[in-house]
């Protein structure tokens, strides 16, 4: 609960706002300002009322601003930044999170079936499972360890090199 103080003596003690307890006419029960005696909420409605009328306005304003002072925005913008980062990181998790979840469900549906525990190719069970896919008709061809999706992508999906490969390591062997 805020301290009860009345508008002269957070005058005196060079307060910006004071807080009496009562509502105001809208019936706010908050801290008011010390040059107009009114009511810190009030005030904030009344901004945001002006903002929604004036959009356009605004938003030729703040491009101006923008324009004429770029290295100010530019070190307010770092600054915000630095002050958001922690909470910009949580919320980039949440939604990668939400967008991997999306994600598998619509590769369930595509595939036609549900991500199995092992490797189609490899048989191996402790590896991530990726949805592999024909990069020029976009079709299904089977769930792959990562390590066998990424060796088809390397060779770029082509027969040739791969039998290349194959008989290269029969010759080494």
């Known amino acids: ?28 029960v908050c ?7 009114g009511c810190v909420e009030c005030k904030v409605d009344d901004v945001k009322k002006w903002q929604q009328r004036n959009r356009e306005h605004l938003a030729a304003y703040k491009r101006k601003v923008r324009a004429e002072n770029p290295e100010k925005v530019k070190s307010q913008e770092a600054r915000y930044r630095a002050h958001n980062r922690e909470e910009r ?16 469900t619509v590769q369930n549906v595509l595939a036609g079936r ?23 008709t976009g079709s299904f061809r089977g769930w792959l360890c990562l390590r066998c999706n990424s060796a088809l992508g390397l060779v770029g999906d082509d027969v040739k090199i791969l039998s290349k490969l194959i008989d290269y390591l029969k010759e080494s062997v």
């Open 89 to 104: 990181k949580e919320k980039q998790r949440v939604r990668q999170k939400r967008y991997s979840e999306r994600m598998k």
């Open 114 to 136: 549900k991500r199995p525990d092992q490797c189609e190719i490899c048989e191996k069970s402790d590896v991530k499972i990726c949805y592999d896919h024909c990069h020029k």
């Open 1 to 28: 609960m805020k301290q009860i103080i009345s508008a002269d003596d957070a005058a005196k003690n060079g307060l910006m706002r004071y807080f009496t307890g009562k509502p105001c006419i809208r019936g706010h």
């Open 31 to 37: 801290e008011r300002w010390v040059s107009s005696a």
